[in-house]
């Protein structure tokens, strides 16, 4: 007797953070909680190191709400292009959703799921936080 096979995804799955060109290694220090308005979502990207052999610095978001703050890679899950590349470009609703600027897919500010478009099933890709005392964020070391 065999199993039935899954369906396979709609569209690609996207790559953890960790796998990208340039990810930044755990303890990373990635912004200051302080530095970032409340709400916002803000657009980073890391310096590349003189010894990068791909020329794409890692870019990612960072989104305060209050005392808290949530990261995600700044790759559309289903389109696989940034969100935005310039900080007036990213389509953001404070507290709800992010939009990719490209075709629409829209996404929760919280978990990265997705609300609606084509990005059915998929969501972005989180980069881990750990906000010490005095509000640094650094890469904290993955959940899985």
């Known amino acids: 007797m065999s199993l039935p096979v899954p369906p396979e995804p709609d569209g690609p799955t996207p790559p953890p953070w960790h796998s990208l060109p340039n990810a930044p290694t755990v303890g990373t220090l990635l912004g200051q909680r302080d530095a970032l308005a409340d709400p916002s979502a803000t657009l980073h990207a890391l310096p590349l190191a003189p010894e990068a052999a791909n020329p794409?610095?890692?870019?990612?978001?960072?989104?305060?709400?209050?005392?808290?703050?949530?990261?995600?890679?700044?790759?559309?899950?289903h389109f696989g292009v940034p969100l935005a590349a310039k900080q007036e470009q990213l389509i953001y609703q404070p507290r709800q959703s992010?939009?990719?600027?490209?075709?629409?897919?829209?996404?929760?500010?919280?978990?990265?799921?997705?609300?609606?478009?084509?990005?059915?099933?998929?969501?972005?890709?989180?980069?881990?936080?750990?906000?010490?005392?005095?509000g640094e964020l650094r890469v904290a070391p993955s959940a899985a």
């Open 98 to 134: 992010l939009t990719c600027n490209v075709h629409y897919a829209k996404y929760d500010w919280t978990d990265g799921r997705c609300l609606s478009g084509e990005c059915d099933t998929e969501s972005l890709s989180p980069l881990p936080l750990v906000m010490a005392a005095n």
């Open 56 to 77: 794409t610095p890692f870019r990612y978001l960072l989104l305060r709400d209050g005392d808290k703050v949530h990261a995600f890679v700044n790759r559309c899950a």
